[in-house]
């Protein structure tokens, strides 16, 4: 097989991530040749402004998108909940390994738990998903916005700037700083954002070498839950600056997915629950049942917050 050129963005995660695919195939292949190309992306470049404010769909994926077309990368590997869920025509997601532990996970400076946090603690996140959540289940909490890779969040809290941050556990697992966790967020607190914890590996839908490679690594079962979660996300023509949640389990042969649109100050929470057999059809109509609750316009009102 010929060398393959590897497409990644520069941050720690995302090298940690794309090694991790790369060492995978080489289980499989042991004679494989891999070359990594860094990428610089836009949500790379503006790290201080909130990334809801930037109206970012796919904000770290573009570039790397542009270099699959160009030829210059073979494939690349994203979170899967950075992706969005339009792929631009000539690409295919060609693989979706095993997911992580799709949940979120609370660090805190004095070890305290989400509960034990003293009325008026400060809680970093600049995801809107998050904040309503956590709002939902602690009003009397506040709310400020952190930005940067993993590290420098995490700095951030243990300097003292916030009481606590949150994040996705599966980043921190990647990264080996599952330590760091004060506590993981159950599903009925902090529903996680459609695709955490899952990565996706892009390529052009023409590599039919490298598509047959990628195979080795699919895993079926969360491509199923992640089917279903995307195809709710589709449904809002959302994207990870919304303050939706979705989340799959894959139970014999139906899946089960929890849904939820939230008004970002958390006062409002319309949460659903839907399980068939048909991953793209369950999707569909558990935001067709919150819509009838209100769900679309709620987001619409969210969108309109975030523009103006
Ligand atoms: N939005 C950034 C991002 N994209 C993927 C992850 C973590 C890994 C994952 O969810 O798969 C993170 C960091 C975070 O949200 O804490």
Same mark, same amino acid.
């Given at each position: 097989?010929?060398t393959i +050129?590897? $497409?990644?963005?520069?941050?720690?995660?995302?090298?940690?991530?794309?090694?991790?695919v790369?060492?995978?195939?080489?289980k499989v292949?042991?004679d494989?040749?891999?070359?990594?190309?860094k /990428?610089?992306?836009k949500?790379d470049?503006?790290?201080?402004?909130?990334?809801?404010?930037?109206?970012?769909?796919?904000?770290?994926?573009?570039?790397?998108?542009?270099?699959? *077309?160009?030829?210059?990368?073979?494939?690349?590997? &994203?979170s899967?909940? %950075?992706?969005? $869920?339009?792929m631009?025509?000539? =690409?295919?997601?060609?693989?979706?390994?095993?997911?992580e532990n799709?949940?979120?996970?609370?660090?805190?400076?004095?070890?305290?738990?989400?509960?034990? =946090?003293?009325s008026?603690?400060v809680?970093?996140?600049?995801?809107l998903?998050?904040?309503?959540?956590?709002l939902?289940?602690?009003? %009397?909490?506040?709310?400020?916005?952190?930005?940067?890779n993993? %590290?420098?969040? /995490?700095?951030?809290?243990e300097? $003292?700037q916030?009481?606590?941050?949150?994040?996705?556990?599966?980043?921190l697992?990647?990264?080996?700083w599952? !330590?760091k966790? +004060?506590?993981?967020?159950?599903? !009925?607190i902090l =529903?996680?954002?459609?695709g955490? #914890?899952?990565l996706?590996?892009q390529?052009?839908?023409?590599? &039919?070498?490298?598509?047959?490679?990628?195979?080795? /690594?699919?895993?079926?079962?969360?491509?199923?839950?992640v089917?279903?979660?995307?195809?709710?996300?589709?449904?809002?023509? #959302?994207?990870?600056?919304l303050?939706?949640a979705?989340?799959?389990?894959?139970?014999?042969?139906e899946?089960?997915?929890?849904?939820l649109?939230?008004?970002? !100050? #958390?006062t409002?929470?319309?949460?659903?629950i839907?399980?068939?057999?048909?991953?793209?059809a369950?999707?569909r109509? *558990?935001?067709?049942?919150?819509?009838?609750?209100?769900?679309?316009?709620?987001?619409?009102e969210?969108?309109?917050g975030?523009? $103006?």
């Open positions: 097989m010929r +050129t590897v $497409g990644t963005r520069k941050s720690l995660l995302a090298l940690t991530q794309t090694n991790w790369v060492e995978q195939l080489k292949r042991p494989l040749t891999v070359q990594l190309e /990428i610089v992306t949500g470049k503006i790290l201080h402004v909130t990334l809801s404010k930037v109206g970012g769909k796919g904000l770290f994926v573009k570039e790397i998108e542009q270099a699959l *077309l160009d030829g210059r990368i073979d494939f690349a590997v &994203h899967m909940k %950075d992706l969005p $869920g339009e631009p025509e000539g =690409l295919v997601i060609g693989a979706i390994p095993e997911r799709p949940c979120d996970s609370l660090l805190s400076r004095n070890g305290l738990s989400l509960a034990e =946090l003293p008026g603690a809680v970093g996140t600049s995801s998903r998050r904040q309503a959540q956590i939902a289940y602690r009003p %009397d909490l506040k709310v400020k916005p952190v930005r940067g993993l %590290d420098t969040r /995490i700095a951030k809290m300097e $003292g916030f009481d606590a941050i949150l994040l996705a556990q599966a980043g697992a990647r990264m080996g599952q !330590d966790v +004060t506590e993981t967020l159950s599903k !009925d =529903l996680p954002a459609v955490q #914890g899952a996706a590996i390529c052009r839908e023409d590599d &039919h070498e490298l598509l047959a490679l990628l195979l080795e /690594i699919h895993h079926v079962e969360t491509a199923r839950a089917q279903a979660e995307r195809a709710f996300l589709r449904a809002f023509e #959302g994207g990870c600056h303050p939706l979705a989340h799959a389990e894959v139970l014999g042969d899946v089960c997915l929890t849904g649109v939230a008004h970002p !100050d #958390g409002r929470v319309i949460k659903g839907k399980q068939g057999s048909d991953e793209k369950v999707g109509e *558990l935001a067709a049942e919150l819509k009838e609750q209100g769900a679309g316009e709620l987001l619409s969210v969108r309109e975030l523009v $103006g």
